[in-house]
């Protein structure tokens, strides 16, 4: 089994380091031949980590084609907006030639895709997690799930040739499940007595008896807005902000009535969408929309008009709500 272990700019040193050591001792421990190496999307060279720009060596390139398997680890950095944030980091690494590269690989046959952390949100940010069970950092959750995802809060979720781990000690636990999976667990075992170290939580396998659902949490509610007195038309274009918490995204927002049917679009660069269940009453109004930029997301919006003013907030599930601000144009 050959193993690539992905490396990229702000990666965080622990995602990588634990599996790499579980994997290794695995090989010493066994009579197959097994192999890891650190690779990175544009091949050898000296990769940094996150915080305090720890460099650790690629030895080579990621090969999409190679059978086995490739695990790809999370960011580190600050929780907050900003540049140096864990999403940012993420976002910059699913842009480079590591998203094509995690695409052609997926769904091969004889290569299975691991994450550890907030290396599940890679993929989703490459769209490769749509309608699938994974587990991100606690604190990512709801970013996986505004992707698309089905968040699984668990340590470790197996969802066939996709193996997902939560936060950054996952690692171990990811490597060690990997091992049981693909050597049998008396290796696993063995890594296990070497490390002094038991694995924790139960591994979520998408198989098996359904457990009875409990009552969904309703989603919170968007905050009040604050209202105009006037009741402006939207019909006409809008240029608008967004503050997501990976920089600020500019969006021309262009609405139609035709025969008393209200119809809206929003254009990003040159890829443009049309907004979903778009309804106004008065100066308020609420539509839903998919975007690819600055990552794959299910966004709601509520905006108000005034005059020729538009504020409001977009939500992607249970995340803070976005800051929108925007002006008429025509």
Not at 217 to 232: G, I, R, V
Request: hydrophobic residues 40%; charged residues 20%.
């Amino acid at each position: 089994m050959h193993i690539q272990i992905v490396l990229f700019d702000g990666f965080d040193v622990l995602d990588v380091i634990a599996p790499y050591e579980v994997f290794t001792a695995a090989a010493a421990c066994c009579d197959q031949e097994v192999t890891v190496e650190l690779v990175s999307a544009e091949g050898a060279r000296l990769v940094r980590s996150g915080v305090n720009q720890l460099p650790l060596q690629a030895n080579a390139g990621l090969d999409p084609t190679r059978d086995g398997l490739i695990l790809v680890p999370g960011a580190a950095g600050a929780v907050d907006d900003g540049p140096d944030s864990i999403p940012h980091k993420l976002q910059q690494a699913a842009n480079t030639e590591l998203g094509p590269l995690l695409k052609e690989a997926a769904g091969k046959p004889d290569l299975l895709l691991a994450t550890v952390c907030g290396g599940s949100l890679i993929l989703a940010m490459a769209g490769l997690v749509a309608g699938r069970h994974a587990v991100t950092h606690h604190l990512g959750m709801e970013l996986l799930k505004a992707m698309d995802a089905i968040p699984v809060h668990a340590r470790v979720v197996d969802d066939g040739d996709l193996v997902s781990g939560g936060g950054v000690t996952s690692g171990l636990d990811v490597g060690l499940y990997l091992v049981e999976r693909e050597l049998g667990p008396r290796i696993a075992h063995a890594v296990e007595q070497l490390f002094a170290y038991e694995r924790r939580g139960t591994v979520w396998s998408n198989s098996g008896s359904t457990p009875l659902e409990t009552e969904p949490q309703a989603e919170d509610e968007f905050p009040a807005l604050p209202k105009a007195d006037a009741s402006p038309t939207i019909e006409g274009d809008w240029e608008a902000t967004i503050a997501t918490p990976i920089g600020k995204q500019h969006v021309l927002f262009s609405f139609t009535n035709k025969d008393g049917r209200l119809t809206g679009t929003a254009t990003q660069g040159e890829e443009t969408v049309r907004l979903e269940q778009l309804t106004f009453k008065g100066n308020e109004g609420t539509w839903s929309m998919n975007v690819t930029k600055p990552m794959r997301l299910s966004l709601k919006f509520r905006v108000v008009i005034d005059n020729n003013h538009l504020h409001g907030e977009a939500k992607a599930g249970l995340l803070p709500a976005s800051r929108l601000t925007g002006r008429r144009t025509s």
